[in-house]
């Protein structure tokens, strides 16, 4: 079941390279949302993340460190503009929280956990 709200979005998963991220990274994918799927230090289990993802939408890796704001800032700018689907993407709801990372940032965080609220309470 596609979440219309969600479908063509563009979304961040910090610590998508196991666990729960890599669990929210294939809740979103199966949305058909474009994944940043972060990474801190290894890039081994992002990358099986990211091939996870690519059953369903597409996706990028980035690494950073998120206590470090410089490395976030960095991070959320290499998300592509537009990916190579011709679907225009939006990582907010409202263009207010768009020049600020950390803003942007929690909302991403915050529809990541309802997204997996309403998956664990569909079961």
């Known amino acids: 079941m596609i979440c219309e709200d969600l479908k063509g979005k563009k979304v961040l998963v910090t610590g998508a390279s196991s666990g729960i991220g890599s669990a929210t990274a294939g809740l979103f994918s199966e949305q058909d949302c474009f994944v940043g799927i972060h990474y801190f230090r290894t890039s081994k289990g992002a990358e099986k993340t990211l091939q996870q993802v690519k059953k369903n939408s597409d996706g990028v890796l980035l690494s950073a ?3 470090d704001k410089k490395q976030v800032n960095e991070m959320v700018e290499k998300l592509p503009k537009k990916p190579a689907a011709s679907t225009s993407l939006s990582t907010t709801p ?5 020049d600020n990372p950390s803003k942007r940032l929690r ?8 997204l997996l609220m ?3 309470f569909s079961w």
């Open 65 to 67: 460190d998120v206590r």
């Open 94 to 98: 409202d263009r207010s929280l768009t």
């Open 107 to 114: 909302w991403i965080i915050m529809k990541t956990y309802m």
């Open 118 to 120: 309403s998956a664990a």
